[in-house]
């Protein structure tokens, strides 16, 4: 949104500088993204006089001119220069703009040196208004009157010097797209009075000869309003010099008066029009719903099909304009035209945006109806629009054309100024609250309870108390809030304020992530083809809107979104990696079917590759030992988990498990990913991975958070080894247990360390059969242990084994 400072004060009474404009829009939350001073690029630029001009002696079209400049400015010491100038209307006497040597020259894009032109020194340049960037025109030099005073700078002269401040507006400010709405909002800051608004005022005219209906569906849903006015005997031409110049100013080029007085209205106040070349339309205009394959060559020349549901309007012919989105070519405004049909209406702002997007039409009608103008002004629109119609172009206007009606936007809410006060922070007097509110436009009442306030038709990002106390804060300053200290509600240390899953998640992030593994943080939906792979995918968790056809429900866990991101990195040549993430499972499409869930893969292999080091692929006891270390340092009692074999289908049948304290708590699930899974995804195996179930962890007993006392025996440890013999299908876990339990106070850990197993395990110990070896740690605590001892222990365990599993000692 752009405006200079002059049009500005056409709405603001203010002796503001442009820097404490700048600075209070940025405050208001209009924020600044430029301010343009020509006085930068054309402050170089001043008046000058031909002392003489002749004919340049080795060119017909070129003169060869002595210029009278003045470089100090107006009243200073003047010097000659010589110029070459190739103008038509350079002469003798001439006054005109003058360009010393080293001035950038916008209309070009070059700076100016000193040049010799067909044998002749020329220094500087007799500047033409495009050159200058002022018009288009370029057929000769500025030819200025001969009492221009010598040596002003000709921004000045020509009152060119109006500084242009481009702001960023955000979509919830519809009204500050006018220059009328910024007024205002400086006018509640302090920085001068809003100026009352001219009514217009025009002649009971005739009835028009085009009328104007909207269908019954239309008014209900698109284009509650609509009126015109028909103005005959108009006179179009090129726009009066402070029209054009305001319009150039913000980056827009003049086509005609009509067309111009439209954009004016547009910028100046929110209200975007369109003007019909009465002559051109046929009948009367209907308001309607395209059927849909409507073909319309719009004002920017282009062929638009209309789909279904489009809003359209149209004569007897055909359609003649893209509903609040873009007029017709067929009937619009030429320099021929005398007789027009000018309209102001008011149309549904998401009707408008869908348009829009499916036409790629950015106009700056659209922009502001998809955003909201004010309903209310629409017929008021109408009538200063006429009227500077009227007074730029003549002619004679008819009555107003009206269908359907200004929409009832009315509401008020009560705000109670000691709220303000507790939500800003900041001491605002219930007076200047409602200073603010009604140099805003807001309408207020004071009651006993507070105030009620009543939301103007401008505002419809205005919907309840909050953005009343929004509105007072940002006018008020939050630059003048200062910081103080929260009170302490008791003395001492602060009891801490995490919750314990929250301290959960702190601590299996950090110790997942000393494993090796690299976070990422993913999306929390997927694709639907992802998610029925883990179980997911169905009505439940799709999302309504979703972002992108890839993105359309929520994940049931987190391996998918790790998976597409193995995928990406595996496509970019990585290999080997780790990675995990930390987030939230949906199992359904209720709240308590949403699960904290921590999740890691790791693919490829254990190491890189090198000659004296040991590489081999991940496998699942990779993943039981991450799973595991993440649940130790949460506090789970990983000694006391049971394996099951209850793993989810995408997990490989045979190398997978379940961790648990029994059938119905699962802590985590670990193992090989299923082929299946992994060819879906594009990802390329082995992979391995484990998900625990944070929620599911039960809280360690001890709530003391100190550490227990180191436990050290003074005695030698022993360790025996056995090798026991079992049937093939015997699970080393069931017999480690076993061993582990023949004496609690005396075997300090087992562990296997060697697997015998396949044709050369049964051709020695029997068919169906294998062999499994164990160390026994024993940690004795009142005295050595003696060979007794000992061997009561080994007798104990080997008991326990056979009971267990069968098993026999390998001879």
């Known amino acids: 949104m752009k405006f200079t400072l002059g049009w500005l004060k056409q709405h603001l009474d203010t002796e503001a500088s442009v820097e ?91 700076d100016l040196k000193p040049g010799n032109i067909r044998g002749v020194d020329s220094n500087g340049m007799l500047c033409s208004e495009r050159e200058l960037m002022l018009s288009d025109d370029h057929d000769g030099i500025i030819d200025l009157p001969a009492d221009a005073p010598l040596g002003m700078r000709y921004i000045d002269y020509a009152k060119s010097n109006d500084p242009v401040f481009d702001i960023a507006i955000t979509p919830n400010r519809p009204d500050a797209l006018g220059v009328r709405g910024v007024a205002r909002d400086l006018a509640a800051r302090g920085l001068g009075k809003l100026k009352p608004l001219p009514i217009a005022t025009l002649p009971k005219g005739k009835p028009s000869a085009i009328g104007v209906s909207i269908d019954a569906d239309v008014q209900a849903k698109g284009c509650p309003l609509f009126t015109g006015r028909l103005v005959r005997g108009v006179k179009n031409g090129p726009s009066p010099r402070w029209l054009a110049d305001r319009l150039r100013a913000i980056g827009l080029r003049p086509i005609s008066t009509l067309v111009d007085i439209t954009n004016y209205f547009t910028y100046d106040q929110n209200r975007p029009l369109h003007v019909f070349d009465a002559d051109k339309v046929k009948g009367n205009l209907r308001v309607h719903f395209a059927d849909g394959g409507e073909v319309i060559t719009a004002l920017d020349d282009k062929e638009y099909t209309l789909e279904a549901g489009m809003m359209a309007i149209s004569d007897d012919t055909g359609v003649e304009s893209i509903a609040g989105v873009m007029g017709g070519a067929a009937t619009g405004c030429t320099e021929d035209t005398v007789n027009v049909f000018i309209e102001s209406a008011y149309w549904d702002p998401v009707s408008i945006a869908q348009t829009g997007r499916k036409l790629k039409i950015n106009s700056d009608a659209r922009y502001r109806f998809e955003r909201g103008v004010d309903p209310a002004f629409t017929p008021d629109g109408l009538d200063a629009a006429t009227a500077m119609v009227l007074e730029l172009c ?89 910081g103080v200290p929260l009170p302490r509600p008791e003395n001492g240390v602060a009891e801490q304020v995490l919750t314990p899953i929250q301290l959960r998640s702190a601590k299996v992030r950090r110790a997942i992530a000393a494993l090796g593994f690299n976070e990422c943080v993913t999306y929390s939906f997927i694709d639907a083809q992802a998610a029925s792979l883990f179980g997911g995918g169905d009505d439940a968790v799709r999302l309504g809107n979703p972002i992108s056809a890839d993105l359309s429900h929520m994940r049931p866990n987190l391996l998918p979104s790790l998976l597409r991101a193995a995928a990406r990195n595996q496509a970019r040549g990585f290999g080997d990696m780790a990675l995990f993430e930390l987030g939230h499972g949906f199992a359904g499409g209720e709240p308590e079917d949403m699960q904290l869930l921590a999740s890691g893969i790791r693919i490829g292999a254990t190491a890189p590759r090198n000659a004296f080091g040991t590489r081999r692929p991940v496998d699942i006891y990779d993943a039981k030992a991450d799973a ?58 082995p992979v391995v991975a484990f998900s625990l179930f944070l929620e599911n962890v039960p809280v360690p007993k001890s709530s003391s958070r100190t550490r227990a006392a180191l436990g050290m025996s003074d005695f030698q440890a022993v360790e025996r080894d056995f090798a026991f013999v079992v049937d093939a299908d015997c699970e080393a876990d069931t017999l480690l247990r076993a061993a582990k339990g023949a004496d609690k106070a005396l075997i300090a850990d087992v562990s296997l360390f060697d697997i015998f197993a396949g044709e050369k395990a049964e051709a020695q110990m029997g068919a169906g059969k294998k062999s499994l070896a164990i160390s026994v740690r024993l940690e004795p605590k009142d005295a050595t242990l003696t060979d007794k001892d000992i061997e009561a222990v080994a007798e104990k365990v080997i008991a326990k084994v056979a009971k267990a599993t069968g098993g026999v000692l390998r001879s």
């Open 20 to 110: 404490e404009i700048a600075e209070a829009l940025t405050d208001l939350g209009l924020e600044v993204e430029g301010v343009e001073d020509p006085a930068e690029k054309l402050g170089a630029f001043r008046i000058c006089r031909v002392i003489e001009a002749v004919q340049h002696p080795n060119a017909d079209r070129l003169r060869l001119c002595r210029v009278e400049t003045f470089p100090d400015g107006q009243g200073g010491r003047s010097e000659e220069v010589q110029v070459v100038c190739g103008a038509p209307n350079a002469r003798t006497g001439l006054v005109g703009v003058f360009a010393p040597v080293g001035t950038h020259v916008p209309g070009t894009g070059v």
């Open 628 to 685: 595991e270390a993440a649940l130790a340092a949460i506090g789970a009692p990983v000694e006391r988990l049971m394996a099951q074999r209850t793993a989810p289908d995408w997990f490989h049948p045979g190398r997978s498990a379940v961790l648990g304290l029994g059938p119905k708590n699962p802590l985590a699930v670990f193992g090989e990913l299923h082929p299946k899974v992994l060819a879906a995804l594009d990802v390329k195996g």
């Open 394 to 482: 003549g002619g004679e206007a008819s009555e107003m054309v009206v269908a359907g009606a200004v929409p009832d936007t009315s509401r008020s809410y009560m705000l109670d100024p000691k709220r303000v006060v507790s939500l800003v922070g900041m001491e605002i007097d219930a007076k200047e609250q409602a200073r603010i509110l009604a140099d805003l436009g807001f309408g207020v009442a004071s009651e006993f309870s507070g105030m009620e306030v009543w939301v103007p038709s401008w505002r419809p990002d205005v919907l309840g108390e909050a953005d009343l106390v929004e509105e007072i804060a940002r006018v008020t300053s939050l630059t003048k809030l200062k």
